[in-house]
């Protein structure tokens, strides 16, 4: 399983951003695919999750509104489109996937990761 993670950047805050997630070498639709973001001396923390067919969405407090994970099976891509970025959503965002009934919010409910993508924003 392989899941290579794009599309961060430098941003000003009030600006947008779109992360996508390309998995290779597993049946993607059968994968509940999630980000999750991490801040330097912070803990890994969860933002956004879909599941396996996209009907169901989660998403963190602090994002809600501001943030929509979407997926295409056709094109084995997950995506997390970010609006109104603020100076504290800068962070090293990564994406997961793993098959489960319950679409997790916890990093311990996944086995697959992508390498990170970097998002800082600036004032």
């Known amino acids: 399983v392989q899941l290579q993670a794009c599309g961060g950047g430098l941003v000003q805050a009030g600006g947008s951003l779109r992360l996508s997630c390309t998995a290779s070498?597993?049946?993607?639709?059968?994968?509940?695919m999630a980000w999750f973001r991490q801040a330097p001396g912070k803990e890994r923390d969860f933002v956004a999750a879909i599941s396996w067919g996209g009907g169901s969405l989660t998403y963190a407090d602090s994002v809600k509104g501001r943030f929509t994970i979407s997926r295409d099976n056709s094109k084995n891509t997950a995506y997390l489109q970010m609006n109104s970025l603020k100076l504290e959503d800068t962070a090293v965002y990564y994406c997961?996937?793993?098959?489960?009934?319950?679409?997790?919010?916890?990093?311990?409910?996944?086995?697959?990761w992508g390498q990170g993508t970097q998002v800082t924003v600036s004032s």
């Open positions: 997961a996937a793993e098959i489960a009934i319950r679409v997790g919010q916890s990093w311990n409910d996944y086995n697959n």
């Open positions: 070498g597993l049946t993607f639709t059968r994968y509940n």
